[in-house]
């Protein structure tokens, strides 16, 4: 069915840049909103970023400025860029869509201080 696979994750130091990638499989996303959550250790899920049908974009006021959106249709896949990374960025990153949840098994990042 659905499969919404998450990449790009890996180990940075602070003030670095990363780049998550969401490949989706069975669902076509360019028909809904898009976004990107993460979870860090012992804290709840929270939304961080969220890409409408339409492009309009919307981030955590923690990202804002730093983290950017995006979606190529062609591929089928969400993008997260991620600039200037903070330890509290660390944390688990799941992309999902409105119509879901179709949770993946997500992407790690690490950010060092």
């Known amino acids: 069915q659905v499969r919404l696979v998450e990449s790009g994750g890996g180990l940075v130091q602070a003030g670095g840049s990363l780049r998550l990638s969401c490949a989706a499989s069975?669902?076509?996303?360019?028909?809904?909103?898009m976004g990107w959550y993460r979870r860090a250790p012992g804290k709840q899920r929270e939304l961080v970023a969220r890409?409408?049908?339409?492009?309009?974009?919307n981030y955590a006021d923690s990202v804002k400025g730093r983290f950017t959106i995006s979606r190529d249709n062609a591929l089928n896949t969400v993008y997260l860029q991620m600039n200037s990374l903070k330890p509290e960025d660390t944390a688990v990153y799941y992309c999902?869509?409105?119509?879901?949840?179709?949770w993946g098994q997500g992407t790690q990042v690490t950010v060092s201080a």
């Open positions: 999902n869509a409105d119509t879901g949840p179709y």
């Open positions: 069975g669902t076509i996303i360019s028909l809904y909103a």
């Open positions: 890409i409408s049908s339409g492009g309009s974009t």
